[in-house]
């Protein structure tokens, strides 16, 4: 199919999607018009129209200023708030769909930090040229009847076409004006599987340092949309080529030139980029970013533990416990809420865990602990440990998917029997105090803790055995 038959057929594809938001579009269109304004859908939403991608937030350029904009939605929507009203943006919702409606804007930035001097623009033209990619600058004129004109100055459509992220001025410019774009292009190349344009790729390089004027909160909202997107590795790859991941997230490239003593073949960084693409590949349902961050970080620790042994191997004793803590320290400087800082680190220190199980040779309490460690996140544990199996020789792989086949049996088979999702001691906190005849503090809190552990190692007890385990242990303490 030549070039101008698949921008006819995009066009035609975008043009139908258009006609399904006829609900929102049309009465828009026509509030605008009827007040002598200009209305444009622009940006992501015009270039997800015509990859028939089109979600239910919906981005809108005018030359109506915020409070004109406020009065002509106050009528249509369901709700609507003036929380970017300082950048010329009201927000609205109608149904179902997000809208957000931005006043033309040609912005002036005073390239220190990334938010600019806002400034209205007269025209189309203002707004489209200030944008930070080509394929996020069409727009699609939006009338009394809704869509009516295809705008795309800066030929966005070929570059869509093409599949390449460029940038309508050069990039230097664009990134000082914000250099939360270099982050942005590489998480387009995860999210739309385009590349970037040589320039582009060559700026960030060259430019990578200005990073540091973003915040950590903005950094980690495109790590995360990088890291949920389709081609994901690709992005990663571009990202630390291009030395940008030595700013955001050091421990990825560093793990590089770093040869893995199981895997000869690959270094750790290869390793991790295939640990994560199988991982995505036993994702059930929308992709998991604890699941994914812990595949890709799990042995971030090798660089720091690795040891020449004598013979010529290499050892990385105990990376597990240096990436797990390497992990928090990444995670909590990039300002990741608790919960999932503790569930991805958790996640890396109990990687390595099934690799002492062999050929079944663990006791019915080692499997109570490996649940009971895991928790809630056993089912990403199963599903990280099966992803870390990246060996070429057949027969070792099918050897260690055979082994966790064997223990997600035995796991089952303890569950049918115990309650091995809660594992609690056999007597609870009242009735601790009640035997021993103890007012509530930390012995309480000990006695309960042999209790469990009893309860890990022996499985349920009755009433009266977890009795005498408490009053023997008491008594041994004296």
């Not at 915020?66 to 149904?95: C, H, N, Y």
């Not at 385009?194 to 950094?219: K, W």
Request: aromatic residues 6%.
């Amino acid at each position: 199919m030549t070039e101008p038959e698949r921008r006819t057929r995009l066009l035609a594809s975008a043009a139908v999607t258009l006609r399904g938001l006829s609900d929102v579009l049309v009465p828009l269109g026509a509030a605008f018009a009827g007040a002598g304004h200009e209305l444009y859908l622009v940006g992501g939403s015009v270039r997800d129209a015509v990859l028939g991608r089109l979600s239910g937030d919906l981005d809108f350029t005018t030359d109506a200023r915020p409070e004109q904009v406020s009065a002509l939605m106050s009528d249509w929507a369901d709700a609507q708030w003036d929380t970017g009203i300082e950048f010329g943006t009201i927000s609205a919702r109608k149904g179902e769909h997000m809208v957000e409606i931005t006043t033309f804007r040609s912005d002036a930035y005073d390239r220190i930090g990334r938010n600019p001097e806002v400034v209205f623009g007269e025209s189309l033209a203002d707004d489209l040229v200030r944008r930070d990619f080509t394929i996020n600058a069409m727009a699609v004129r939006v009338g009394a009847d809704g869509p009516a004109e295809f705008c795309d100055p800066l030929d966005g459509m070929t570059a869509l076409l093409a599949g390449i992220i460029d940038t309508p001025a050069t990039p230097q410019e664009s990134f000082d004006d914000d250099p939360l774009r270099m982050l942005r292009a590489i998480r387009f190349v995860s999210q739309l599987g385009f590349r970037v344009a040589p320039r582009v790729s060559d700026a960030i390089t060259e430019m990578s340092a200005q990073i540091e004027r973003i915040t950590a909160e903005r950094v980690r909202t495109e790590l995360d949309k990088m890291i949920l997107g389709e081609h994901p590795l690709e992005a990663i790859d571009l990202m630390v080529d291009t030395g940008l991941g030595e700013r955001v997230l050091p421990e990825v490239p560093g793990m590089k030139l770093t040869i893995d003593e199981h895997h000869q073949h690959k270094d750790v960084y290869q390793h991790s980029l295939t640990v994560l693409r199988q991982a995505i590949d036993l994702e059930e349902g929308d992709p998991d970013l604890v699941l994914r961050w812990a595949a890709l970080l799990h042995d971030i620790g090798k660089p720091a533990t690795r040891r020449h042994e004598p013979g010529g191997g290499v050892s990385f004793h105990h990376h597990e416990v240096v990436g797990a803590k390497l992990v928090r320290r990444r995670m909590r400087a990039l300002k990741y809420p608790k919960a999932v800082v503790e569930d991805i680190s958790n996640l890396v220190f109990l990687h390595l865990r099934f690799h002492g199980y062999g050929d079944g040779t663990w006791t019915d309490s080692a499997v109570r602990r490996y649940v009971s460690d895991a928790g809630p996140l056993l089912d990403r544990l199963h599903k990280l440990v099966r992803a870390d199996c990246t060996t070429r020789n057949k027969r070792r792989a099918r050897r260690l998917q055979e082994n966790y086949d064997h223990l997600e049996r035995r796991i089952a088979d303890l569950k049918a029997a115990e309650d091995l999702d809660r594992v609690r001691p056999d007597l609870d906190g009242n009735a601790i105090m009640e035997l021993l005849g103890l007012p509530p503090g930390p012995k309480v809190g000990e006695a309960w803790r042999y209790l469990k552990e009893l309860r890990l190692d022996r499985g349920p007890l009755s009433y009266e055995e977890a009795v005498e385990a408490l009053q023997e242990w008491w008594r041994e303490q004296g």
